[in-house]
Structure formats: C-alpha cells, structure tokens
C-alpha cells in the first residue's frame, strides 16, 4: 500500500487536517508546519490521490480534444499549440480523434465527460452529422469549437478568416497575371470546407477573373495528385489553382510537374495552412499561414469564459491569416496572362 496522507501528518508531527491543509495550499498554516510537511512529503515520496482531490475539488485539471485526425498536419500543430496553452496554465490535455465520422466523434464526447474533463475543444468533423453530440456536449462542460463549427453555432468557435485567406489568394494570382483560376478542395461536409469555397467563388467575383468548376473530395494529398492528372488529361488548363490545404497543394503540384507542366510559370498553385512541409517542397509552396498560436490561445481564453448556465450568444473569432509567398506563384511583377 502506498504513503498515505496519514503517514505524512504522523512523520511531520502534525494532524492529519493539517498535513492535508499544507499539501493543498487552499487554507494557510504557518511556515514551521508548512516545511515540516512538505519534507515529510518528500522524504516519503506521498503522492496525492488525483481521483479523491478530483471529487473534492470539483475539478480534474484536464481539458478534453477531440480533432478530426491527426494524420493532417494542421491538426497536429493547433494540438500542440493548445497542449502548450494549457500547460501554461498547469492544466493537462486528453486528445481523441474522430476518424472524421459523426459517430466515433459521439463516442469520443461521452469517454472524455465520463473522465469528468473540466471543459472541451473540438473541431467537429460534420457541420450536421456533428450536431447532436457537440450540443449535448456543451450543455455539461464548457465547451468551445476551434477551426470547424457546427450548422447553426449552439457554441463558441475560434478559427481563421476564411473570405480574407481567400481574398489574399485570389488577388495574388490575379495581380500574377492569371485569367483563369480553378478551385480545388473538400466535399462539402464540414464548414472549413464550405467556407474555403464560398470565400473563393467571392473573391473570384470581386477579382474579376474566370473560374472552372470547382474540384471537390478530400483533404489529401492523394486527391491533389487526382486533380492534378485530371487537369492533364483535360480540355483547359487553368492560369492558377487555389487548393482548400497544403497537402492538396502538394499532391497538386508532383502531378503536374511530372506530367510536364511548369509551375509557376504555366500554372501557380496556392495552398493553405502554412504547415508541415510547406516551406520544404519542391519549389516551396505559396499558401495562406493559419494563425495557429493565436487560434489556440483564444480557444483556451474563451474556455475559461464559458458557463454551462450562462445565457448569452455564442462567440465567433475570426482571426486575420496572412499570404506567405514562396515559389508556386507568379510573381506580381510578371503581370499578363496566358
């Protein structure tokens, strides 16, 4: 059997409520039972009861995540920069993923809030599908969405300006010179998929250049590379190509040129997310950087103002992306078309 609190207050020479009051720091006691305490503690090697401080407290100390998976890169990176909020603030991360299916995503709520987690962050993974649970959810901890939200709010979110991102793309293709500019993204399932191609159609139509049909399936590499070899294989080839992420972007930009295609001299390709290996393709890639730290910052600033009870509109925070031109796109002084 383990050191107890007993054992402590018996080798510190004080009482047990004493031991306890010292360990705790919720209540003050005077230095002299204070240093006795903490050397019995240590000289014993008393860890606290983390379950039975959990019950008293009302608190676990642990914030529950749930992504879509951690296969994407920018998923990875705003774990990290959340796990790296929360240590500021002594508190622990419990990660799930949700395979990117409404259902996992429900069973991953109810595991996280039957291990009491003091609040949640999720990126739902279906603007509909994702509803029922993420409401349920929200109803028993604070909870708080980062980049993807749900049809019709019911929570705060905090994600990037997606009709600025795209505006800043549109408009550099265009100034490069392109006529012609085709987007290529996600099926419409979730709301950065949605959004990432309504901010296009916008700046396309503010730009005043031509766009092709949009070419929508996954958020892949694998299917950049299939768009990329549809391109090929078409009619018209467009003067740029705006992708919905990175990883698209990169899968996009090895199908063209190894199908003989110059990038970004007969075609600029545009990413988004600014994450991964983006500054390490082959040419390196120009593509929107998503304010990751920022975007993690004020989801644990907005968790920390949710209440269960508390009546008021959910909170939106857009923040501001910024355009990092690398070698994909033409460069603006080139101006003309095709």
């Known amino acids: 059997m383990g050191v107890t609190i007993h054992d402590v207050a018996r080798a510190a020479g004080v009482s047990v409520a004493s031991a306890s009051r010292a360990l705790s720091g919720r209540r003050k006691v005077t230095p002299d039972v204070a240093?006795?305490?903490?050397?019995?503690a240590a000289e014993l090697g008393y860890q606290p009861n983390a379950v039975a401080k959990a019950l008293r407290d009302q608190t676990t100390g642990t914030i529950g995540m749930?992504?879509?998976?951690?296969?994407?890169?920018?998923f990875t990176t705003i774990v990290e920069a959340v796990e790296h909020q929360l240590q500021e603030t002594g508190r622990d991360l419990l990660l799930c993923a949700s395979q990117y299916r409404p259902d996992v995503e429900a069973r991953r709520l109810e595991t996280l809030l039957a291990r009491?987690?003091?609040?949640l962050i999720i990126s739902p993974c279906d603007i509909e599908g994702s509803v029922p649970a993420v409401l349920n959810a929200a109803r028993r901890v604070p909870l708080v969405q980062v980049d993807r939200y749900i049809e019709g709010g019911g929570a705060d979110w905090v994600g990037v300006d997606d009709?600025?991102?795209?505006?800043?793309?549109?408009?550099?293709?265009?100034?490069g010179g392109a006529r012609l500019v085709v987007f290529v993204g996600s099926r419409l399932m979730n709301s950065s998929a949605r959004s990432r191609l309504s901010g296009f159609e916008r700046a396309a139509?503010?730009?005043?250049?031509?766009?092709m049909p949009p070419f929508l399936g996954?958020?892949?590499?694998?299917?950049?590379?299939?768009?990329?070899r549809l391109l090929l294989d078409g009619d018209t080839m467009p003067d740029a190509v705006i992708c919905g992420n990175d990883q698209i972007a990169v899968g996009l930009v090895r199908a063209l040129r190894t199908g003989g295609v110059r990038v970004p001299e007969e075609v600029s390709v545009v990413g988004f997310d600014d994450v991964g290996h983006a500054a390490m393709c082959d040419p390196p890639l120009t593509t929107v950087r998503q304010p990751v730290e920022e975007m993690a910052a004020?989801?644990?600033?907005?968790?920390?103002?949710?209440?269960?009870s508390d009546p008021r509109p959910a909170q939106r925070v857009a923040i501001a992306p910024r355009l990092v031109v690398?070698?994909?796109?033409?460069?603006?002084?080139?101006?003309?078309?095709?």
Do not use: C, M, Y
């Open 35 to 40: 240093e006795r305490v903490a050397r019995a």
């Open 66 to 74: 749930i992504v879509p998976g951690i296969g994407n890169p920018f």
């Open 116 to 119: 009491r987690v003091d609040g």
């Open 163 to 175: 009709d600025s991102a795209l505006a800043q793309a549109v408009d550099h293709v265009a100034e």
């Open 205 to 211: 139509t503010r730009a005043g250049v031509a766009t």
């Open 218 to 228: 996954e958020f892949t590499l694998e299917w950049g590379v299939e768009v990329g």
């Open 298 to 308: 004020e989801a644990v600033r907005l968790l920390g103002l949710v209440r269960v």
């Open 326 to 338: 690398r070698e994909t796109s033409r460069p603006v002084a080139a101006g003309g078309g095709k």
